[in-house]
């Protein structure tokens, strides 16, 4: 499965070849191929669909006791990990790599970052790419397939904008053995950063429990996080999204109860009203605990909400939960999540069908202008089913609208204008 999925040029490709062999694997490579779908429809701009397609929960934190409103009050994350960054050397916060909701706060967070003082910018999707700099903007050669998902491009193009110096660091000579690539990618850090530049304060975007400072969630592995303050002496500030992220749109966890306990359109960090300090649900594997915003509306599941006084606030027409939360995969009308707008920098853009003369499934990328179609795409969008429409989210500026077949081949190509506010 792994040497076809190489061999596939893109996303969509990807995505196609995983549903047709899903059926014939067994059940344990069925979650795999479930997984690989996840990180293909997030690289599509089905980030509603991704989380959907692979819901993954980490582990329950043990003897975990939930914060109460009456000692605890949710703050802005931003403000919060800002704050707390301040007097730091080290800033280390994680992601879901099929969730790209998470990749938004760290995007968002680069400019205050920046301005606090802190010089450079280690992501793990990042490869050798020796003309990125001067270039300012990543190819799908420049790293893993996860840096073909828009919101981890722009990430790269923002820190490339602020003036961070990055660093790739990754360990790929460590496969299959995670305390080598967990030692590793802290030795890169060192070798590559501090050993050039004592002074240096570094932001580190990292997957799951890389962002770890003690032994835990990687089993008996001293993880990233832990092996660099070993290191350097420095103590990090570790942010992690992992843990209370949406997987399912119903349901009695930890994450619905906190969500609904403290509600908030935005990624949220809990503070002691009475100390100031920030809220850990897991305080000796990392400093904060963020909470991410609901965004799998009915909508979102491809299904019409309306009032219905006899049935409750919505209802779900034509079908019921049981079709919207099992076939939502024949849908393609589906409400992209709000967040796509980073609170207010980026515009929706409405696009459809027509711009695929026809021609389903069809892969719709805006690109700036100026950029080559090898460039990852500011946003992206896949029609699977014909007559759908839908919005594409970009800051202010021209773009060229790129329209493609699963064979690659262009259908459609535009230049449009994005207003400001």
């Known amino acids: 499965m792994f040497v076809a999925l190489s061999k596939r040029p893109d996303p969509l490709a990807r995505y196609q070849y995983l549903q047709t062999i899903k059926p014939e694997l067994s ?7 479930a997984q690989m779908s996840a990180f293909a429809l997030s690289e599509l701009g089905l980030y509603s669909r991704a989380v959907l397609e692979f819901p993954l929960r980490m582990e329950p934190v043990p003897g975990l006791i939930l914060p109460e409103a009456q000692a605890w009050q949710a703050e ?19 992601e879901v790599h099929h969730n790209a909701q998470t990749r938004a706060l760290t995007l968002q967070l680069l400019p205050r970052l920046r301005a606090a003082g802190f010089t450079h910018l280690a992501i793990e999707a990042l490869g050798n790419d020796p003309g990125l700099t001067k270039r300012g903007y990543p190819l799908r050669s420049s790293g893993t397939e996860y840096l073909q998902e828009p919101l981890y491009g722009e990430i790269v193009r923002q820190g490339l904008r602020l003036g961070f110096i990055l660093v790739p660091y990754d360990d ?3 496969a299959g053995n995670t305390q080598a690539r967990e030692s590793g990618q802290a030795r890169n850090l060192y070798d590559r950063v501090f050993a050039k530049d004592s002074q240096a304060r570094l932001v580190v975007a990292a997957g799951y429990a890389h962002v770890d400072k003690a032994i835990g969630r990687l089993g008996r592995a001293r993880p990233m996080a832990m092996a660099l303050a070993e290191l350097t002496g420095v103590d990090p500030l570790s942010v992690d999204q992992a843990q209370f992220v949406e997987a399912q749109r119903n349901g009695e966890d930890d994450y619905q109860l906190l969500t609904a306990r403290f509600p908030s359109d935005v990624p949220e960090v809990l503070v002691d009203r009475t100390s100031g300090r920030p809220w850990s649900a897991a305080p000796k594997l990392y400093d904060i605990s963020v909470i991410s915003p609901r965004s799998l509306t009915l909508g979102a599941l491809g299904a019409a909400e309306v009032d219905d006084p006899v049935h409750g606030r919505y209802r779900i027409l034509n079908s019921g939960m049981q079709m919207a939360t099992q076939a939502f995969v024949a849908f393609n009308d589906m409400q992209r999540p709000a967040w796509l707008t980073l609170g207010g920098q980026r515009r929706s853009y409405p696009i459809d069908t027509r711009l695929c003369r026809e021609q389903i499934p069809c892969v719709v990328e805006a690109h700036y202008v100026g950029e080559p179609d090898l460039a ?12 759908s429409s839908a919005k594409l989210y970009l800051r202010p500026g021209r773009y060229r609208l790129l329209a493609r077949s699963d064979q690659g081949r262009t259908l459609s190509q535009t230049v449009i204008d994005v207003a400001g506010p």
């Open 376 to 387: 990852t795409p500011a946003d992206i969008y896949a029609f699977l089913k014909p007559t």
């Open 76 to 94: 802005d994350a931003l403000d919060v990990i800002a704050r707390e960054a301040a007097s730091r050397r080290i800033v280390m916060i994680n």
């Open 27 to 33: 059940v344990a490579n069925q979650g795999l191929a």
């Open 172 to 174: 790929d000579s460590a």
